[in-house]
């Protein structure tokens, strides 16, 4: 990517997968262009905060240690709550009064939803404005474990979330063999993308009939810029979320998670399988574009792109503009 002036955006963004993080885990993290610790509680709490120890700058995460609900800095024992508060000192007779006015470190939001966990960040440390949504069928006992992918793109977000409406790519960039027809819905921190494409006609019973047509949907959503979801649906249906994570404002972590329903018939299941591995590949076609390419403040556009130019009026109030706005308030 070249010559890109675009910041980092607030919002939900992807940190690991609950699984990944076993309590009394401590792991470190780079995201935002900071670095943090990650660690979950004897209780389960998944916590995130600034890495580096306020007493002489240990970094928490290389050697650290879950004590109960509490994070122990491996160079002296120091030990912070999951809020970044000092609340004991192994060797002193009081904590220090700078450390008792409140947080020393910066918590992140965090929210475990569809089987991963996030973060909120916010340039200003301004607390979350809107929320996440569940995806039904990443806790849906009749739906597979999560196939999972990843890859670390030299791209802002906003490029890579562009794809979302740029419904010629699909034609030149992915091979459709028509134009989309596509409705695309911005509200909010929302987006909607529905969408219909001309696939080769597969029957009730899983046969392929490449002489006929037939009508494939996809519905495509996001809830702010990091987190999206997609339904692939046609004899068979298919339920990816895909999430978008900013290490630094020009690079950003990729990742796809698919669930298929349990049982599938034979035939109905390799065709799922397939419609994965394609969905992986075509990120290559993707990533050729998005690693080379520059980003035009005011491109030339034309009746057959898409809403760009709206796309990106809603993009742009997930980047800080100074002004403070109405936190939400989470369900505990």
């Given amino acids: 990517m070249h010559d890109v002036n675009l910041p980092i955006p607030f919002g939900w963004f992807p940190v690991a997968y609950s699984k990944e993080l076993k309590i009394g885990e401590v792991k470190p993290n780079f995201l935002f ?46 030990e912070l709550d999951g809020e970044g508060i000092v609340k004991h000192i ?33 340039p200003r440390r301004i607390a979350p404005t809107f929320d996440l949504e569940d995806i039904p069928e990443f806790s849906d006992p009749e739906w597979s474990e999560l196939e999972t992918y990843e890859w670390e793109v030299n791209s802002p977000i906003q490029e890579m979330g562009e794809n979302a409406v740029d419904i010629a790519h699909f034609v030149y960039v992915h091979s459709a063999s028509h134009m989309p027809n596509a409705k695309i819905n911005l509200h909010g921190h929302k987006r909607v993308t529905e969408m219909v494409t ?14 006929k047509t037939e009508d494939s949907y996809l519905i495509s959503r996001n809830w702010g810029p990091g987190v999206s979801s997609q339904v692939f649906d046609r004899a068979f249906k298919t339920v990816m979320m895909g999430t978008m994570a900013p290490i630094t404002a020009a690079r950003m972590k990729l990742r796809f998670a698919f669930t298929k329903l349990k049982g599938l018939a034979s035939p109905f ?18 990533m050729v574009i998005w690693e080379n390419k520059t980003y035009r403040d005011e491109p030339i556009l034309c009746d057959g792109d898409g809403p760009i130019a709206k796309y990106r009026r809603w993009f742009s109030q997930f980047y800080d503009d100074g002004q403070d706005h109405v936190p939400l308030r989470l369900a505990s």
């Fill in 198 to 211: 001309e696939a080769i006609k597969i029957d009730e019973h899983g046969n392929v009939d490449v002489s």
């Fill in 90 to 122: 192994p060797y002193a007779k009081a904590i220090p009064p700078k450390a008792r006015t409140g947080s020393c470190l910066h918590s992140y939001p965090v929210q475990e939803r569809n089987q991963m966990i996030f973060a909120w960040y916010h």
């Fill in 269 to 286: 299941d390799a065709l799922t399988n397939g419609l994965i591995a394609e969905v992986v590949r075509q990120v290559g076609h993707d």
């Fill in 33 to 78: 262009n900071e670095h943090q610790v990650l660690f979950r509680t004897e209780s389960g709490e998944a916590k995130l905060m600034e890495a580096f120890c306020p007493h002489l700058g240990a970094h928490l995460a290389h050697g650290g240690k879950v004590v109960g609900e509490r994070i122990a800095c491996p160079f002296h024992a120091w």
